[in-house]
């Protein structure tokens, strides 16, 4: 669990995290290196889950060893799968990662919402969505595990 006061900004008190898939963890359908051990760590404080359409149809095989619950998206709208998801989760608990356009909402609806800058790039909806950018995965997997580094960016 997190629990952290940011001055002037607000108390953070989460114990879930949700995971984009494709452009966050993993990039041309491979984990990006470093993620399996970043997210078992975390996995040890927080509840992790990671969301995907699978387009590529491998994510279970590619999450077999990690520490997360596989969220398959369905329908066609991924966005409000994901926006729903997080609010059904308790959004004051939940810290939101991802890059693309439809992590946008899942990133503003989120206590905390961090926008990746991954391999794949980042979508301006969700840089526009997140409170706090990250310049790779391994990046917020630190931030995570080192929450001075979070108050002293977003306090006032």
Same mark, same amino acid.
């Given at each position: 669990?997190?629990?952290?006061?940011?001055?002037?900004? !607000? %108390? $953070?008190?989460?114990?879930?995290?949700?995971?984009?898939?494709? #452009?966050?963890?993993?990039?041309? #359908?491979?984990?990006?290196? #470093?993620? *399996?051990?970043?997210?078992?760590?975390?996995?040890?404080?927080?509840? $992790?889950? /990671?969301?995907?359409?699978?387009?590529?149809?491998?994510?279970?095989?590619?999450?077999?060893?990690?520490? /997360?619950?596989?969220? &398959?998206?369905?329908?066609?709208? +991924? @966005?409000?799968? *994901?926006?729903?998801?997080?609010? !059904? $989760? #308790?959004? !004051?608990?939940?810290?939101?990662?991802? %890059?693309?356009?439809?992590?946008?909402?899942?990133? !503003? %609806?989120?206590?905390? +919402?961090?926008?990746? &800058?991954?391999?794949? +790039?980042?979508?301006?909806?969700?840089?526009? +969505?997140?409170?706090?950018? @990250?310049?790779?995965?391994?990046? /917020?997997?630190?931030? &995570? @595990?080192?929450?001075?580094?979070?108050?002293?960016?977003?306090? *006032?």
């Amino acid at each position: 669990m997190l629990d952290i006061n940011i001055p002037g900004c !607000k %108390n $953070l008190k989460v114990e879930k995290i949700v995971f984009d898939l494709n #452009g966050t963890l993993a990039c041309d #359908g491979e984990l990006i290196a #470093g993620v *399996k051990e970043g997210i078992n760590r975390l996995a040890e404080e927080f509840e $992790l889950y /990671v969301l995907t359409a699978d387009t590529l149809g491998n994510a279970e095989n590619l999450l077999k060893d990690l520490n /997360v619950e596989l969220v &398959i998206i369905e329908g066609n709208d +991924g @966005s409000k799968f *994901k926006a729903d998801f997080v609010e !059904k $989760l #308790g959004r !004051k608990r939940v810290i939101a990662v991802g %890059n693309g356009n439809n992590d946008a909402q899942m990133l !503003k %609806n989120a206590e905390l +919402g961090i926008a990746v &800058i991954g391999p794949e +790039g980042t979508a301006r909806g969700a840089l526009m +969505g997140a409170e706090l950018i @990250s310049r790779e995965i391994n990046d /917020v997997f630190d931030l &995570i @595990s080192n929450p001075e580094r979070i108050r002293a960016t977003l306090r *006032k």
